[in-house]
């Protein structure tokens, strides 16, 4: 069975700092794993995906993440945020015979001018 | 302009009323489903379709009912629903039901008064 965990719900940064979110997966077979930003009342936008290749993958936006086996981790980081990027962000793991993506419960991030 | 368009993007209907809600993607995908968002809940993903057959229903109530009459379009039919229905209603594609990546239309907000 897969299944994702998002740390924290809200996360707060200021302009112009660091961005990092938490993801930690748990698979039994080896993953595929997504960002999706949504903005209000929007859909889910696909940020970045990984899916076995390189490690440091590099999404739209200016994001990034990095797989990490070991810590089975997905973390997403952005090095300098930016108003535009107050959103809510979902990671989601795919693995197993169905495929279906399974989603985080989300990490709605503010940036404070 | 994601590639899947859904309509309407707004609702409210009566506890007595029946809609439908309408998907319709234009990226050649095979396979389509439909997720409900409520606030401060996790995505719940409702039905799955492959190749225009259901392939998933995932325990939701009946008086929801999905109808997929070919692999580009996909409606979700409603009647008698409850306030707790009330909800953003996505769709999405993928290119096959396995670990590829979902694109989302920009959902439905149902209010059921």
């Known amino acids: 069975a897969q299944s994702v965990t998002q740390l924290g719900s809200h996360v707060s940064v200021s302009e112009g700092a660091l961005v990092l979110l938490r993801c930690n997966y748990s698979s039994s077979v080896p993953p595929y794993l997504f960002w999706y930003v949504q903005y209000p009342n929007q859909g889910l936008q696909l940020l970045l995906k990984?899916?076995?290749?390189?490690?440091l993958v590099k999404g739209i936006n200016g994001f990034e993440a990095e797989f990490k086996k070991s810590e089975t981790s997905f973390h997403l980081t952005k090095p300098s945020a930016h108003m535009s990027d107050a959103a809510e962000y979902f990671c989601a793991v795919s693995g197993g015979g169905q495929g279906n993506l399974i989603f985080g419960k989300g990490t709605k991030l503010s940036v404070k001018p | 302009e994601t590639g899947v368009t859904q309509t309407p993007r707004h609702l409210v209907m009566g506890m007595t009323n029946k809609k439908s809600l309408k998907c319709e993607q234009h990226l050649g995908h095979n396979a389509m489903y439909w997720y409900k968002q409520s606030a401060k809940k996790p995505l719940e993903l409702m039905f799955v379709y492959n190749f225009k057959e259901q392939t998933e229903n995932n325990s939701v109530p009946s008086r929801f009912s999905p109808e997929c009459p070919n692999s580009s379009h996909l409606f979700l039919h409603l009647h008698t629903l409850q306030p707790e229905d009330s909800a953003l209603y996505l769709c999405?594609?993928?290119?096959?039901?396995?670990?590829?990546?979902?694109?989302f239309g920009q959902g439905t907000r149902l209010t059921v008064v």
């Open positions: 990984y899916t076995s290749a390189a490690t």
């Open positions: 999405a594609s993928s290119q096959d039901k396995g670990r590829t990546e979902a694109f």
